[in-house]
């Protein structure tokens, strides 16, 4: 692998760029592999980039049915925080967001980490029970968490609105210092690069077809490019997890639905931090190319068609207006959707199946990219040792059965 | 912004319905002689078919009555739809990437 | 300053009406009718800006949406807006715009510095660099990038306009008012179908505004003014102009941005909607939204100066502009001869006409030789020279399939360059509408396909690109949308003469090497203007990997600028399919995304603003509350008083007072919020039983009960109390957040799975009002009030309720507490409300009645251990886990929630429970949210044990109380636990929740 630096960057300016390498392969999948990925995007891409660093397997596949990268890592908010209550979804997000502070020195791409703040917003006294609570329990589980009131979310975001005649007023918020937001693309492009440079085959345009099985055993998998025999399949298929499934025959308790997305025209700098509102339904950051870059909550509906229902969007920007009132002249540029994969308990699997050999790595709902490189890291690790590493443990098939069910969607707010 | 017939009311504007995911799902007749996975199965399992999906609808800001519909989950093309109870329409044979 | 670069005559301006407006300081005339562009150049003006990377100077390219360059910033302080392309800006008295992000000013812009570090800002660089050291990115790198991105400033204030949304319902939504889209209105409107047309500009006539033309015995602007008079005279008829179709969605839903006031002066626009966002759900849509044209890449040809052809053409019929006296056109097609004949009737000259066709020939061809033009047959330009405008061109015969030409150099001396490399359909709502598109070789471009939706496409965008072709298509389309949604169309008028140029064909050429190959060298040859990519970066992405045109398109940015690479996205394809050496249609193209042209976001928002962005709910004594000094608190949508001040109170103070009147003497509350279900039916009581965790069926006739409610996991999810009317019918009563959420539970369960019971709810939450009166001396009270009625324990015992007059007016009173203290909750109809309120308040002066708040309910309730459902349960709560045991019933075979709790995780005994907390110092207060610990110095994660769900300063007990849920809490009374904060640690004994009567005595005064 070409080492990235600038001075690699001047050295190639001087035979016109005509000499750099390509970033990956684009192999002929092998007739067998040790352990096949299904899905290419983020999470898949760091799992085989995990597996051959960590665990030194190197005979890894990654298929990919359309273009890498191109699923839910194309199409998020870019956000990356660890600021969970539970502590299982602390402990596997903070793993992850430590990887994220050495990452583009680890693959060497930088995937531009913008550790800006992440402001998570309280508008009830329901909300503000919830976000102390959030606080306190971050900060013993050693997550940087800090509760502003009003004015101190003010001071922290001088554009914020936190009239108290506002219908839904701004009582204080959370502060996560080190999270932000990272440049999607370059996530999956860096681990492509990595993964590729340690022999993993990336095959793009390689749709799975089906699951071959041996009895209770995985032995590989059909695809639109042959059949490939595995030892073992990691299936990191997002939205289509249950596509995937059905295959293996195998139920999961996932319902895949659109997750819009927007920017505005790109402005010049004038939101420095995250700022979330879970109880308005709008997040919004600035990018480094100047857009605002605002998510929201799922279209209600199942969905796999990448695409969602304009009523969410209108709801998403009355929020935000009521929020930011000097966005009201900002135009939006582009809109578009992703399919997202949600669980009951608004908390993802990483579990192996009653077929063995075969794993699942899903259920991310809308918050899949901050959890990337944590994915990819306690999966790998699941998959090399067939069994869960301490930090994903907690999140198997088997809570479904039992109860113990890490639900994220927190408090209900309802109050007498 | 999907156009949904409520088999009362008429096609109206999505706004005014809340979804209600997979339909057919009866509630077990005695949940106490199920085991933990039969339990789990009903309460969280669900098809997320990908393709012509039968999925319940209430038109609540309507009629507030529940009713199923079948729809593509990747065309968003609404087949048809039928009241709790009746037997669903026919699927048209495969259209538009549906498996 | 004069406009030197105005026709003698013509164009569709007023030249009666003379406008000013200042561009960038300097103070400009132009006329009613121009675009801010077309004024800019009459002026001369082509340098407008600087390119995002390398800060090139760039001017205006077309006239249209299309526009890649030319954005400002427009108008000055509350009402300014960034990135405005300046050729969709209507010239309005008193303009002013300002070039956006260059440094100090367009003319001289320090930041065109980074053009000699072009060698080193390839497509993705940033992902190869600034990577050392780590720590500099954040504190470095990004802020100079960050400071650099961007276009135009937002405001600093909020919007001083207004903005709405309108809903209509068609059955024939006819996008684009062109040609085709007139004669497609015609035909569905003639058939009386109800009829939307849409068009983006403020004069309806598409591409004939440009163009001149004979239709029959009319010119083209008679026919466009025939067509619309005959189409304003149809009542079912809407004609919307300066209105965007932007957004194509599901099942014929299409949005539509009109602008209403943004083309006049800022006095005239003074208490007006500025924009409004129509949703339109139509039967059939005729999408005719046109044709874009293509740019041509070759080297520098971002200079100003450099134009689109068609555009240019449009400068000089339209607008009465010359935007160069000595032009350059450079085509691979004939129907951009056009532009050279009327560009020389307006009085400009043609230097030279290269065509990179071997040998152009046609009607158009032939009128320009006879003008005497030199025509470059076989020549393509590979170079340009000026600075802020374009000075000569270099031209080079072609070498076909070679990658550099050797053949001679010519330089042309010229002021404007046309260019023209085909048209480009405007495909951008069929595909958003999930069409697919199909390229077409022999017209380069692509098509729509098959479709998806109920719609036709007309004119251009389905590849007809003449005029009498898109009349015919227009005309049919529209009979054909009538048709399919149940009209009867009139028979086609005759189709009239037409006088235009027959049109040859064109011949593809996608980059044009120059005398080093591509990449090589200083030139650059730009497929994207906006994001400044170029064709070298399109074979730099190749060349590492990036093959798909997805990747392509981020790895290079191309089309994801402002004009979504309207002129861009096609070249950038076929430049991919080029190098890869695979077909158009085989390289695919990307996602045309909403919306068409950016929205600003006060018009998406509407009026969904403040108040009106969610519905405030009140209660009918609310204005009694606010004239009593309470402050509120927002509970669901409801608000709802928290506390009731006195002067001089702090919070505290207040809340003690209003605490220990309840305790001492007697309290009242609005309680009108609490959501009030009436269920009905022979099956009711079998229902709650079903609904409920305890047993209903034994409840007697005005006996009242508590009632928990589960979801099928076990978790508690809303309670209150319900009584029994009547054999057949039940009086339920919910929180006041979770009533919509427990209707809406009661009726799925009735429809869709137990649709046998005969059961029917309804909501009659703001039917009653009810004031709650609780206190020692809340019985002497409301024997006041209703001294008929038998308020002895034997008559009206605790849990039952009373049907009776108080205060004189009908009411229902229920003996339930939620305090501890006797209480009488009164119901009334909800327009009696305040009477009663007032009537309580008078009779209770006597005793010191005091009204409290949420506030004071929550502490009352507190020290009696009562829950609030959200406060301490957060949807992982079992009753079981509340010590409510005693409330879920083991005798029922089922209910709602039963089966999950003998799942291992739930039947766990060391589950999170409900406990009281003591603090060792009685004032301490724990914040609610503190988190538990039993061994405060363990090193992080800490172990956690649990969290302070509610905690009060009680000033009945003299001294703080909290309630938490704790693992394995039940069992751990009297053990201590700390609450390790930012500051330090409380420490606290775990206790029974309930602090205060714990026989409760005092439920009956």
């Known amino acids: ?416 | 912004m999907l156009n949904i017939d409520c088999p009362w009311c008429g096609k109206r504007h999505e706004t005014e319905f809340r979804y209600g995911g997979e339909a057919h799902i009866a509630r077990p007749e005695d949940p106490a002689a199920l085991d933990d996975t039969e339990w789990a199965e009903f309460l969280f399992m669900r098809k997320n078919t990908k393709g012509y999906f039968a999925e319940r609808w209430l038109h609540n800001n309507g009629c507030r009555r529940w009713f199923n519909v079948i729809r593509n989950t990747v065309t968003h093309e609404i087949v048809g739809s039928y009241k709790m109870g009746e037997t669903p329409p026919k699927l048209p044979k495969s259209a538009g990437g549906a498996k | 300053m004069t406009q030197h670069f105005r026709t003698a005559s013509g164009g569709r301006i007023d030249r009666k009406k003379a406008i000013n407006f200042t561009f960038n300081g300097q103070k400009y005339i132009g006329y009613e009718g121009d675009t801010l562009a077309s004024a800019l150049l009459a002026n001369g003006v082509h340098l407008l800006g600087r390119s995002f990377k390398y800060h090139r100077p760039r001017g205006i390219v077309a006239a249209g949406a299309e526009e890649p360059n030319s954005m400002v910033q427009l108008g000055e302080g509350a009402t300014t807006e960034p990135n405005i392309r300046a050729t969709q800006i209507s010239l309005y008295e008193g303009l002013t715009a300002r070039s956006v992000n260059v440094w100090p000013t367009v003319e001289f812009d320090i930041s065109a510095i980074n053009g000699l570090f072009a060698k080193i800002m390839t497509a993705g660089f940033y992902n190869k660099t600034f990577m050392w050291p780590r720590a500099m990115w954040m504190k470095l790198y990004e802020p100079v990038i960050r400071r650099a991105a961007g276009w135009g400033k937002a405001p600093t204030t909020g919007d001083p306009d207004i903005y709405d949304h309108m809903h209509l319902h068609v059955e024939v939504m006819v996008v684009g008012g062109g040609p085709a889209g007139l004669m497609a209105a015609l035909a569905a409107g003639r058939a009386r179908a109800r009829v939307l047309l849409v068009d983006e500009q403020g004069e309806f006539g598409g591409s004939l505004l440009s163009k001149k033309r004979q239709i029959g015995a009319k010119d083209e602007m008679a026919w466009i003014a025939d067509m619309l008079a005959e189409l304003e005279a149809m009542p079912d008829v809407t004609l919307l102009s300066r209105s965007t179709a932007f957004g194509y969605y599901d099942h014929n839903y299409l949005c539509v941005l009109e602008q209403k006031t943004d083309h006049l002066p800022a006095a005239e626009r003074k208490g007006k909607v500025r924009q409004r966002v129509w949703h339109v759900r139509a039967g059939q849509v005729v999408l005719a939204t046109g044709a874009h044209e293509r740019p041509l890449v070759f080297a520098d040809n971002d200079r100003p100066g450099i134009m689109l052809a068609s555009s240019v053409q449009t400068y000089v019929n339209r607008y009465g502009v010359l935007p160069g006296k000595k032009m350059v056109l450079f085509t691979n097609n004939d129907a951009a001869y056009e532009t050279a004949i009327d560009l020389q009737a307006a009085g400009g000259d043609i230097v030279a006409i290269v065509d990179s066709r071997a040998e152009p020939s046609g009607e158009l061809v032939e009128a320009v030789r006879a003008l005497d033009i030199e025509i470059l047959a076989g020549y393509a330009i590979t170079g340009t020279r000026g600075g802020k405008r374009v000075e000569s061109v270099q031209v080079r015969a072609i070498q076909k399939g070679a990658k550099v030409y050797t053949s001679a150099a010519r330089r042309i001396d010229c002021d404007l360059v046309a260019m023209s490399g085909g048209w480009s359909p405007v495909v951008h709502l069929f595909s958003q509408s999930q069409g697919q598109l199909e390229y077409d070789e022999e017209k380069a471009c692509f098509l729509p396909g098959t479709k998806r939706q109920a719609q036709q496409v007309a004119g251009a965008l389905a590849g007809e690109f003449t005029l009498k072709e898109c009349l015919a298509g227009g005309y049919k389309a529209g009979a054909d949308a009538a048709r399919a949604t149940g009209f009867t169309p009139k028979r086609k008028p005759a189709a009239p003469e037409i006088d235009e140029p027959a049109l040859g064909g064109i011949e593809p050429f996608w980059v044009v090497p120059g005398a080093r190959p591509i990449g090589e060298g200083m030139a650059k040859h730009f497929v994207d203007l906006q994001n400044d990519t170029t064709a070298a970066d399109i074979e730099l992405a190749v060349r590492e990997g990036f093959e798909s045109v997805e990747h392509i398109k981020r790895y290079t940015l191309t089309g994801f600028g402002t004009d979504q690479g309207k002129t861009s996205n096609i070249n950038a394809l076929a430049i991919l399919s080029g190098i890869l050496d695979k077909p158009i249609p085989k390289v695919g193209t990307t996602t045309f995304r909403p919306p068409y042209t950016p929205v600003s976001y006060g018009a998406l928002a509407g009026r969904n603003l403040g108040d009106w962005s969610d519905p405030v709910r009140v209660t009918s004594i609310h204005d009694w509350h606010v004239e009593n000094g309470a402050l509120f608190e927002n509970v669901g949508q409801w608000k709802r008083p928290w506390y009731f001040p006195k002067t001089g109170e702090t919070m505290q103070d207040a809340l003690n007072r209003e605490c220990l009147a309840v305790r001492n003497g007697v309290g009242v509350l609005d309680a009108s919020t609490l959501g009030k279900i009436d269920i009905r039916g022979p099956d009711a009581a079998e229902f709650l039983n079903r609904i409920y965790t305890n047993a209903w069926a034994k409840l007697g006739i005005r006996r009242v009960r508590y009632g928990l409610m589960c979801h099928e996991d076990g978790m508690v999810f809303d309670d209150g109390t319900t009584a029994r009317l009547a054999e057949d019918r039940f009086l339920m009563t919910t929180t006041t957040g979770g009533a919509a959420g427990v209707l809406d539970w009661l009726e799925e369960y009735l429809q869709t799975e137990w649709p046998e019971l005969r059961v029917y709810c309804t909501s009659v939450t703001e039917q009653w009002a009810a004031v709650s009166i609780t206190g020692p001396t809340a019985g002497a009270l409301l024997k006041k009030l209703a001294p008929e009625m038998d308020l002895s324990p034997e008559s009206f015992p605790f849990l039952s309720f009373k049907e009776g007059v108080v205060a004189g007016i009908d009411a229902r009173i229920f003996r339930i507490s939620f305090t501890g203290e006797l209480t009488y909750e009164i119901n009334v109809p909800w327009a009696c409300g305040l009477a009663l309120w007032e009537a309580v308040m008078a009779a209770g002066a006597e005793f010191d009645i005091t009204p409290y708040g949420t506030e004071s309910m929550h502490i009352l309730r507190a020290e009696k251990g009562f829950i609030i459902v959200g406060q301490e349960t957060d949807g992982t709560t079992t009753p079981q886990d509340l010590g409510m045991d005693w409330i879920v019933s083991k005798k029922k075979p089922d209910f709602i929630g039963k089966r999950s709790y003998n799942r291992s995780d739930t039947a766990r005994a060391d589950r999170k429970q409900l406990v009281g907390l003591l603090t060792e110092a009685p004032d301490e207060v724990l914040p609610e949210g503190a988190q538990l610990v039993f061994d405060a110095n363990a090193p992080k994660p800490m172990p956690m044990m649990g969290h302070v769900t509610s905690s009060y300063y009680s000033a009945t007990l003299g001294r703080s109380i909290a309630l938490a849920l704790v693992k394995g809490g039940h069992e751990k009374k009297g053990q201590k636990i700390f609450a390790p904060l930012l500051d330090r640690t409380v420490t606290a004994e775990i206790v029974d929740p309930v602090f205060y009567d714990k026989e409760g005595e005092r439920l009956n005064g």
């Open chain 1, 1 to 416: 692998m070409v080492k990235y630096s600038i001075l690699t960057i001047a050295r190639n300016a001087l035979t016109g760029h005509k000499n750099w390498p390509k970033q990956w392969r684009s192999p002929e999948p092998k007739s067998e592999y040790d352990v096949i990925i299904i899905g290419g995007g983020g999470h898949g891409l760091a799992t085989a980039y995990y597996l051959a660093k960590e665990h030194g397997v190197r005979n890894i596949a990654v298929l990919e049915k359309g273009w890498l990268g191109g699923g839910n890592t194309a199409r998020n908010t870019t956000i990356v925080r660890s600021n969970y209550l539970w502590d299982e979804s602390a402990a596997i997000y903070e793993k992850s967001l430590q990887l994220w502070e050495g990452l583009a020195q680890d693959i060497n791409y930088n995937v531009m980490l913008s550790q800006r703040g992440v402001l998570n917003l309280a508008h009830s006294l329901g909300d503000v029970r919830e976000g102390v609570r959030r606080v306190n329990a971050n900060r013993l589980n050693d997550v940087d968490a800090e509760w502003l009131d009003a004015d101190g979310v003010k001071e922290f975001c001088p554009i914020i609105n936190i009239s108290k005649s506002a219908r839904h007023p701004v009582l204080g918020a959370t502060l996560q210092r080190r999270g932000g937001v990272a440049r999607h693309d370059s996530v999956a492009w860096g681990y492509a690069r990595a993964a590729d440079a340690l022999g993993v085959d990336i095959i793009q345009n390689c749709e799975v077809t089906g699951i071959k099985r041996d009895g209770g055993k995985v032995t590989g998998v059909e695809t639109t490019r042959g059949d490939i025999a595995a030892k073992k399949i990691g299936v990191v298929a997002a939205g289509h997890s249950s596509v995937i499934a059905e295959m293996a025959g195998i139920r999961l308790p996932v319902t895949s639905h659109p997750l819009q997305a927007l920017v505005s025209e790109p402005i010049k700098p004038v939101i420095d931090c995250v700022v979330m509102s879970g109880a308005v339904h709008v997040y919004v950051s600035q990018s480094d190319k100047g857009e605002l870059v605002m998510g929201a909550g799922i279209d209600s509906f199942n969905s796999y068609a990448q695409r969602g229902s304009f009523h969410v969007i209108e709801h998403q920007l009355g929020a935000c207006l009521e929020l930011f009132p000097i966005f009201s002249r900002v135009r939006m540029m582009r809109t578009w959707g992703g399919i997202v994969d949600t669980c009951p308990d608004a908390s993802p699997i990483l579990s192996g199946t009653s077929v063995e050999g075969l794993y699942f790595n899903c259920g991310w709902g809308t918050g899949g990219f901050k959890a990337t490189p944590g994915s990819g890291w306690c999966f790998a690790h699941t998959l090399a040792k067939d069994e869960p590493h301490a930090l994903n443990a907690p999140f198997s098939l088997s809570r479904f059965e039992s109860g113990a069910l890490i639900d994220e969607h927190g408090a209900a707010g309802v109050a007498h």
